[in-house]
């Protein structure tokens, strides 16, 4: 039986409730120190994060900003410090975490080669997402119809952003780690993420955003903190 698209958006909803963590904290960084090369990127960062927050991560470039989300999301070793994310040490354990978490960077990690559903299904099949999955998150970023079989490669920006985040509803994540997602976006495009975020966060996920649009992303965020020179600040301290 074929199902209408709000019942798809309602499953996709409640499959991210049935997926949401207890409460409790999912980032637990003390004192982390992480290097680029040589460079310290991270200089004793000490991060708390709740499940169901929405975390502004505010800073100048190269504060340390990407790093620390591309260390939540395991990709980078804990030089010093303790580091739990989702209940996985990352001294011992990075490639743990990496199920359970959608990382999303300036680069939109598509293949441009394959089309709008291709990759959407891509990155669903790393978690067994179904069909009905794969069409409700291309549905909810609006790439679900004229856009579905077109290639990557010849989408706008736009498109592309809606695409990478597509992925990232099939994908399942409980945590959600975005670096400037809004770039690339229409007014439009930018209010269908930020509800998208509000409801993913409501069933349960826990989000850490990087931004420079401060004003839209603060009236997102559940909390600031600020990233400087490698180290976190919590908003107004």
Known sequence: MSTTGSEQRDD???DAA???EPSGIVVDLTEVVATLGQFPALSGATLRVEAGEIVLLRGPNGAGKTTLLRLCAGLLPVVRGSAVVMGHDLVVDREGVRPHVGLLGHQNGLYGDLTVRENVQFWGATVGASA???GAAMERMGVAERLAGVAVSKLSAGQKRRTALAGLLARRARL???DEPHAGLDQRGRDELDATLRQAASAGATILVASHELER???LA????DVVAGRVHEDGV
């Open 12 to 14: 996709l909803d409640a």
């Open 222 to 225: 559940t909390r600031t903190v």
């Open 132 to 134: 009905d999955e794969i």
């Open 217 to 219: 992303a603060a009236t």
């Open 18 to 20: 049935g997926r949401s």
């Open 176 to 178: 959600w780690l975005l």
